[in-house]
């Protein structure tokens, strides 16, 4: 059974640019979860996506958008990046909306 | 809105001794979940422990185990004969039962585990 993978890794861009991050759900998990986890605190939830629709949405403005796919991978965009949208970007995917969540191992974004 | 608190920024544990680290939570709410994640610096968020609000057993896990206290609304986790690979953060999270997109993690707690 393959795990939540994350792409890419590491990602470097500049003020105003945008940016897409990739997550594939683990094998029978239709729910992924986007969280942003800046250095040194906890993650804080961006938005859920259940079956490709959203399904809940933290304290995020719109320039944080996503996508889920029929496969139940999942695209997180966001456009106009500022400095402090340097993080580590979690996604979790889930058998269900109840179910537990599974972490990626996370994409690391600078922006300089 | 539901808070998560971790007040031990770091602790420190003796190879093969047993440590505790806290969390307590503000909720209205009366069914919810509670877990325990552990993150080491590969970065991947580890699911350790969870525990549901309506059932009064601790969780345990092996090594690991929880006492939640509902009523002071306290959930710690306990870890037994530690080892050097638990060294890690570890993040308490909250996730309501009604609204279970939402979920709510504390600051973390840092533990080196010494040999």
């Known amino acids: 059974e393959t795990g939540v993978t994350q792409s890419p890794t590491h990602l470097i861009k500049t003020r105003g640019q945008q940016v897409t991050l990739r997550c594939s759900s683990q094998s029978g998990h239709n729910t992924v979860s986007w969280y942003q986890q800046a250095l040194g605190q906890g993650p804080q939830f961006i938005f859920q996506y259940y079956r490709e629709e959203e399904n809940g949405r933290g304290n995020f403005p719109p320039r944080f958008s996503g996508l889920q796919f029929p496969n139940y991978s999942s695209e997180l965009n966001v456009n106009a990046l500022e400095l402090d949208d340097s993080a580590l970007y979690l996604c979790a995917s889930s058998k269900s909306r109840a179910d537990t969540q599974y972490f990626g191992p996370g994409t690391r974004l600078t922006v300089l | 809105a539901q808070t998560v608190t971790q007040s031990q920024p770091e602790m420190s544990v003796q190879e093969a001794e047993t440590v505790t680290l806290s969390c307590t939570y503000d909720t209205s709410e009366s069914d919810y979940y509670l877990f325990w994640y552990k993150q080491p610096p590969s970065r991947q968020m580890i699911l350790v422990i969870r525990?549901?609000?309506?059932?009064?057993q601790n969780a345990t896990e092996n090594r690991f185990s929880v006492n939640f206290q509902k009523a002071a609304k306290s959930f710690s986790l306990k870890i037994s004969d530690s080892q050097l690979g638990d060294a890690a953060m570890y993040f308490c999270a909250y996730r309501s039962a009604d609204n279970n997109n939402d979920m709510r993690f504390g600051a973390g707690t840092r533990l080196t585990v010494k040999p």
């Open positions: 525990q549901e609000a309506y059932k009064q």
